[in-house]
């Protein structure tokens, strides 16, 4: 769980960095670490406007090469936390009691984070390597590989392709 204590605040802006592990906000600890969260709170007597920057550091798994690496990840949010009624269907806006010790920011800062990772992975040392485009046999007359000569003879029609 990540949350974060208001009761010692008074109204007005509020900033400060926080360095939650992978646990606390329920990420694989394997893939994640080096968390910190830049975290800026604005409170009021009905509301809190929780907006931050959540970075880390995620092990990917290369999608070229299979290699492991480290990219460095990073994202933003905002929420805000009100006393009064909020529509169902809104996920940028979350109940607050009004006696209220702390909000959680465990699913928010979660969430960030895992949009952070970006779909393809791709290590730096695979960036820059060229990739095959071409595939199969240099020319149609020649199998791309040798060993299927041995069962096109085996053919009925003595190994014609037409």
Known sequence: ????????????????????????????????????????????????????TARATARLECDRTLDLYDQPIEGSHAVVFTVDAIGADDDETLPLEADAQEIDLTQSVHDTLLLAVPLRHVSPAAAEAELPTAF????????????????QALRPDGGDDS
């Open 1 to 52: 769980m990540f949350r974060v204590s208001i009761a010692s605040l008074s109204d007005g802006l509020h900033q400060e960095a926080l360095h939650p592990t992978a646990d606390d906000l329920g990420l694989d600890a394997d893939v994640f670490s080096d968390v910190v969260v830049d975290l800026t709170l604005d409170l009021s007597e009905r509301r809190v406007l929780a907006a931050y």
């Open 136 to 151: 199969g046999s240099p020319s149609e007359d020649e199998p791309a590989d040798d060993r299927w000569a041995a069962l």
